[in-house]
């Protein structure tokens, strides 16, 4: 891999942004249950997936979910009409409470032109059986998950992807760590640069233990 420099694990939004200032691509995993929920997204045929904070996030570092979302948005008026998915907490609340912890990021959707086309509860891979996700831009609002990727955002990573070991639509066993673990290889050599792979909340263990084999399948394919 050209100017390929290397494959890191780190942990939390802090993490994440400090990768993203050292030029890596990043990659989140937050298993229960943003990127598990993302993955599965792409699985049903998602044109692309965002995540950013809640407007109650505190993060140690900076996030930015207004331009994080506008970001998602332009993507969206280029490849879906304009129309997003959103994917936010609490998982077992209404539209309407899921709506009311991301006032920022509705606004931003709102100034871009863009319109949001339903927001769904962060279930995993049972979110991708809620709607017809083709083609669709997806965008996350959640507190961990969410949090670390908006960090990466607004830090300046050539790249932020997600990545699940957990079983989608179609992948179980090994195969969505593989399918995460190349998608990353794949924007590293894009961008000529390394990969850092995020477990989203160092308390997690199941991120911990997700990020660590999605590391070790991507140390398989640079090797």
């Known amino acids: 891999m050209a ?3 290397g494959v890191l694990l780190t942990t939390d939004a802090s993490g994440a942004a400090l990768a ?10 937050d298993l229960i249950d943003f ?3 993302m993955e599965a997204a792409l699985d049903a045929g998602a044109a692309a997936v965002w995540g950013c904070a809640p407007d109650t996030a505190r993060p140690p570092v900076e996030v930015n979910p207004y331009r994080t979302a506008a970001l998602a948005a332009r993507q969206a008026l280029d490849v879906s009409d304009g129309r997003l998915i959103l994917v ?10 899921r709506r009311r912890t991301m006032p920022t990021v509705l606004r931003a959707i709102a100034d871009s032109g863009a ?3 339903c927001v769904l509860p962060n279930l995993g891979a049972e979110t991708a059986r809620l709607v017809d ?7 996350g609002v959640t507190s961990t998950g969410g ?7 607004t830090a300046g990573a050539p790249a932020v ?3 699940t070991v957990a079983r989608t639509l179609h992948h179980k066993g090994l195969q969505p760590a593989r399918n995460s673990a190349r998608r990353a290889v794949d924007a590293a050599r894009q961008h000529r640069c390394g990969i850092a792979v995020v477990a989203a909340s160092a308390n997690s263990q199941e991120d911990i233990l997700a990020a660590r084999l999605i590391m070790q399948e991507i140390l398989v394919l640079i090797r």
Do not use: K, M
Request: aromatic share 6%.
């Open 115 to 117: 319109r949001v086309e």
């Open 133 to 139: 996700f083709q083609g669709r831009v997806v965008l």
């Open 3 to 5: 100017n390929f420099t």
């Open 35 to 37: 990127s598990t929920t």
């Open 88 to 97: 936010a907490e609490p998982r077992l609340g209404s539209e309407e409470q």
């Open 20 to 29: 993203a200032r050292q030029g890596l691509v990043v990659v989140i995993v």
């Open 147 to 153: 949090v670390a990727y908006d960090a990466a955002v």
């Open 161 to 163: 992807l997600t990545g």
